[in-house]
């Protein structure tokens, strides 16, 4: 079952850098107290899920807001982290995106802790299954990076001598509700197997992004990034079947008599399935400040196009006068990209961050406005189960509900003499065994056909095995 999920939004408030201080700028944003209010200047107040103000240290923006959603994706459930703000806010340094990804402990940004976190809690589950005496459980791990720049996809793990744009496309999954998931083809998915392995590809495709000088930021990134983890995690779970059994005199057992001990315990395998996607956004900047001219003003005009595009998006699905309108994702294709996170099936974070300074008060009014109409964004958050094991889940549930029923009829059959009342309770019970010896053959017959399936995938996984860059990059299969 969904669950209705609004979006979170984080503001950080980065200090005075060195320019701002030699030129004497004022704060002009303060918290209110330890409350998640902001107000900058002296009437424009605004609430937030979480304010970080000044010097917050990083592990604090993690654990706040981060963690929860990694630990969400080894149950199913999407997630996404987006940085937003203007140029030279603090974005990259936040999500830890930049170049200098070898940084002190105390400085690594979201990704990079994302990543030890994710490894920390398979090694929990596989001791905590190991500690219950319970079967192993898998796990697979993959990862892409990719920018958005010109408006052109840039594979940032292609090992090309020459930089060219990649053929990436976004392509439509429709599953059988009718919710759209959105899916990138033609793009390199690396299998990793350590927080080392991984944060060697974060460090080697960092180095891959286009970067530039404006005079609003020395290192200003020149694209949108988009870090992709997708983990999948196959386990063991427990399921005691109501007993068909008696009270030893022959009368029939009664729902409040059974204990846990009362029912034989089997064991299911269930497969889930998350993406994990953390978007370091360009910078949001005016021409007349940055100075920008040639290719640096083209690529600054391209990423006020792609934001303008986000903004109409988080209008189309935030603003209360424009509910039920039309949302223009196909506008670009960042807001394509993003169609997942906002208004779709992810659990979504935005950290916007901003500049306390008097010289940016419009970029950080614009900035909070921005992220006040993200929060109205609703999401349908589900948990991404493989159709098989749905299906026999579904099917078992209900042959557990029957048998409650049939338990619960046998008494009513008795009176509290013992006396026979009837034989509808009697046909009715005959009924209802007969439907829980169907939803019995369905399941086990699903669950065959199941692995015999998986056997298939296997076979046909191990013998067109694509090698990239000493990496296995088939794509993943969920339904396994």
């Known amino acids: 079952m969904a669950?209705?999920?609004?979006?979170?939004?984080?503001?950080?408030?980065?200090?005075?850098?060195?320019?701002?201080l030699e030129?004497?700028?004022?704060?002009?944003?303060?918290?209110?107290?330890n409350e998640p209010q902001i107000v900058l200047g002296r009437d424009k107040n605004f609430t937030f899920d979480h304010i970080f103000y000044l010097n917050v240290e990083q592990s604090a923006i993690y654990e706040s807001c981060v963690k929860d959603l990694l630990e969400g994706s080894l149950d199913g459930k999407n997630a996404t982290v987006l940085a937003y703000g203007q140029?030279?806010?603090?974005?990259?340094?936040?999500?830890?995106?930049?170049?200098d990804v070898d940084l002190e402990p105390e400085l690594e940004g979201v990704v990079p802790r994302a990543v030890k976190?994710?490894?920390?809690?398979?090694?929990?589950?596989?001791?905590?299954?190991?500690?219950?005496g319970m079967p192993q459980p898998e796990f697979k791990v993959c990862?892409?990076?990719?920018?958005?720049?010109?408006?052109?996809?840039?594979?940032?793990?292609?090992?090309?001598?020459?930089?060219?744009?990649?053929?990436?496309?976004?392509?439509d999954d429709r599953k059988e509700d009718g919710s759209i998931i959105i899916r990138v083809s033609n793009i390199t998915q690396l299998e990793v197997t350590s927080a080392k392995e991984l944060l060697g590809h974060l460090r080697r495709g960092s180095l891959a992004r286009v970067t530039g000088s404006t005079d609003m930021n020395k290192q200003s990134s020149r694209s949108h990034a988009i870090f992709t983890l997708w983990v999948t995690h196959r386990r063991a779970v427990q399921r005691t079947l109501i007993p068909q059994a008696t009270d030893g005199s022959g009368a029939a057992a009664t729902p409040d008599s059974l204990s846990s001990t009362d029912g034989t315990t089997?064991?299911?395998?269930?497969?889930?399935?998350?993406?994990?996607?953390?978007?370091?956004?360009?910078?949001?900047?005016?021409?007349?400040?940055?100075?920008?001219?040639?290719?640096?003003?083209?690529?600054?005009?391209?990423?006020?196009?792609?934001?303008?595009?986000?903004?109409?998006v988080i209008s189309a699905l935030g603003d209360p006068t424009k509910k039920g309108s039309h949302v223009p994702y196909r506008d670009s294709k960042l807001t394509r990209l993003l169609q997942d996170s906002l208004g779709g099936n992810?659990?979504?974070?935005?950290?916007?961050?901003?500049?306390?300074?008097?010289?940016?008060?419009?970029?950080?009014?614009?900035?909070?406005?921005?992220?006040?109409?993200?929060?109205?964004?609703r999401n349908k958050v589900v948990v991404?189960?493989?159709?098989?094991?749905?299906?026999?889940?579904?099917?078992?549930?209900?042959?557990?509900?029957?048998?409650?029923?049939?338990?619960?009829?046998?008494?009513?059959?008795?009176?509290?003499?013992?006396?026979?009342?009837?034989?509808?309770?009697?046909?009715?019970?005959?009924?209802?065994?007969?439907?829980?010896?169907?939803?019995?053959?369905?399941?086990a017959a699903l669950k065959i056909e199941k692995e015999n399936i998986s056997e298939q995938l296997l076979t046909a996984l191990t013998s067109k095995a694509i090698i990239v860059d000493g990496h296995d990059t088939d794509a993943l299969v969920s339904d396994m």
Do not use: W
Request: proline share 1%; glycine share 6%.
């Open 3 to 20: 669950d209705m999920e609004s979006v979170k939004v984080a503001v950080r408030v980065r200090p005075l850098n060195e320019v701002e």
């Open 143 to 171: 990862v892409s990076f990719m920018e958005l720049y010109r408006n052109d996809f840039y594979d940032l793990f292609e090992s090309t001598t020459v930089r060219q744009a990649s053929n990436i496309k976004i392509l």
């Open 384 to 443: 991404n189960q493989d159709s098989a094991s749905a299906q026999i889940q579904m099917l078992q549930d209900l042959v557990q509900k029957l048998q409650m029923e049939i338990l619960q009829l046998k008494q009513g059959r008795h009176s509290q003499s013992g006396a026979f009342m009837g034989e509808d309770a009697a046909a009715e019970i005959q009924h209802l065994r007969s439907e829980v010896e169907i939803y019995k053959r369905k399941a």
């Open 87 to 99: 140029t030279g806010s603090g974005k990259t340094y936040t999500m830890g995106t930049g170049f």
């Open 266 to 312: 089997v064991l299911d395998t269930v497969t889930t399935t998350a993406k994990f996607n953390f978007v370091d956004l360009a910078g949001s900047e005016r021409l007349k400040r940055t100075h920008a001219t040639g290719d640096r003003a083209k690529e600054g005009i391209d990423i006020n196009s792609g934001l303008l595009a986000l903004g109409n």
């Open 23 to 33: 030129a004497r700028s004022r704060v002009v944003c303060t918290q209110m107290g």
């Open 346 to 377: 992810s659990r979504t974070l935005m950290i916007a961050c901003v500049s306390p300074s008097d010289r940016d008060f419009l970029e950080t009014l614009n900035t909070l406005k921005y992220a006040n109409r993200a929060r109205n964004i």
């Open 117 to 132: 976190h994710l490894y920390t809690l398979i090694e929990e589950r596989k001791s905590e299954a190991a500690a219950l």
